[in-house]
């Protein structure tokens, strides 16, 4: 038979007995945002090519092109713009459609003003 655990919940409470309900869900609130904040910086600053190409896909890219735009982002050492955001601000600087630009730049076209575009701002 396993040791039954000793039970210290009196003693670890002792620091959150004088807190009303409103001060504990505040703290437990506090502490959750401490533990998630980490996540989400992490998330918005990392990305994966699956991710990107899922992106892609919801933009209307078919997964073949989306792959072939994932790659090129990739090469141009902008996967942390997001392969998503690169195509919508080069057909932005173009003054185009995001889908028709998209599908040329899987073509190796608007690949050097996809570098410029961020080079220029550091966005």
């Known amino acids: ?12 409470r ?3 007995a004088a807190l009303s309900d409103e001060e504990l869900k505040a703290r437990f609130f506090s502490l959750a945002e401490e533990i998630v904040d980490p996540l989400i910086a992490l998330s918005k600053k990392s990305t994966s090519p699956s991710v990107e190409r899922s992106v892609l896909m ?6 073949l092109e989306a792959k072939d735009l994932v790659h090129h982002v990739e090469d141009l ?5 997001g392969a998503g955001q690169v195509v919508l601000k080069v057909a932005e ?3 185009r459609d995001y889908l028709s630009v998209g599908k040329e730049m899987t073509e190796g076209k ?3 003003m996809a570098k410029d575009v961020f080079q220029g701002g550091r966005r």
């Open 93 to 95: 600087k173009l003054q």
């Open 58 to 63: 919801r933009m209307g890219f078919s997964s």
């Open 14 to 16: 002792k620091h959150l």
């Open 1 to 12: 038979m396993a040791n039954k655990r000793a039970d210290d919940f009196e003693i670890r």
């Open 77 to 81: 050492g902008l996967m942390g713009k």
């Open 110 to 112: 608007h690949l050097d």
